[in-house]
């Protein structure tokens, strides 16, 4: 799907309609609006040539996207296919990809940080109730996320770990196992204390995913209706932004390990 998006962007900022496009390969207008559906695969020919149709002239942009076009890789996220819904595999196909995450969390620890229990409670929480099998799969799923050691930013606010998520034992092994992650050498985990000064103005929920070029990055957001991507140029400048200010009114990655073990130790 990105791909299918990048391939639009380039054709629109060209200025050319889908029929055009389809004319420069010598294919029907429906196989452009296809590839720009994410519904058909493109070759690295093909492709090549609408990048320089577009008038491209970032090499180093086009042999990325031709990477995304032709890698043949069947990730483990494809025994879920049919069984889960699509953002779940979307979500693991963008972690195979990625080369860094970033995140903020408000009100739950991360889902790649959860212990197995966490997880099961929040997703057995879900409104309409999951059925028992589908939440057996989707806590399985994020487990098997959890397997990535791609460098990975993120900061908690108290509040989230406040929260009580299943039983009170459930809540300590969550905070226990959060300790023990912070020392993982591509985990730097930060914390927002409620005394805080200065959250407020950037406080939300999200992941930032570095794709292969900044221009791939893609931004994750939980919405009611489901995961929403997010990968604007304009919204991407954003977001960085916003996690910067969280970033910079946080404690630091050893007072904030001390603070989830004094906080283990209170509930």
């Known amino acids: ?75 483990w996220w494809e025994e879920y296919r049919g069984l889960l819904p699509t953002s779940f595999l979307d979500l693991a196909e963008l972690d195979h990809h990625a080369s860094f995450r970033l995140g903020v969390a408000i009100l739950f620890v991360p889902g790649l940080l959860q212990t197995e229990r966490y ?43 406040r929260m009580r998520v299943g039983d009170r034992a459930d809540s300590q092994a969550q905070l226990g196992r959060l300790v023990e992650l912070s020392e993982a050498d591509h985990i730097t985990l930060r914390v927002v204390p409620f005394d805080l000064d200065g959250f407020s103005r950037a406080s939300s929920t999200m992941t930032y995913v570095g794709g292969p070029l900044p221009k791939l990055d893609t931004v994750v957001l939980d919405a009611p209706s489901g995961t929403v991507l997010v990968d604007s140029e304009a919204q991407l400048k954003a977001y960085r932004t916003r996690f910067r200010k969280v970033q910079a009114v946080s404690l630091e990655p050893e007072q904030s390990r001390d603070f989830i073990h004094r906080l283990a130790k209170e509930l």
């Open 119 to 161: 997880a099961r409670a929040v997703f057995s929480s879900r409104v309409p109730e999951l059925p028992s099998e589908e939440v057996d799969l989707r806590v399985r799923h994020r487990m098997s996320r959890q397997q990535s050691t791609i460098p990975y930013e993120v900061v908690i606010h108290e509040a989230a770990l």
């Open 1 to 75: 799907m990105r791909l299918a998006t990048e391939l639009r962007r380039l054709r629109e900022a060209a200025d050319l309609t889908s029929r055009q496009a389809a004319a420069l390969l010598g294919v029907s207008p429906a196989q452009i609006t296809h590839i720009e559906s994410g519904l058909a695969g493109v070759s690295e020919r093909r492709l090549r040539r609408l990048a320089s149709h577009y008038a491209c002239t970032d090499g180093e942009f086009v042999d990325a996207l031709v990477a995304m076009a032709t890698e043949r890789t069947r990730g």
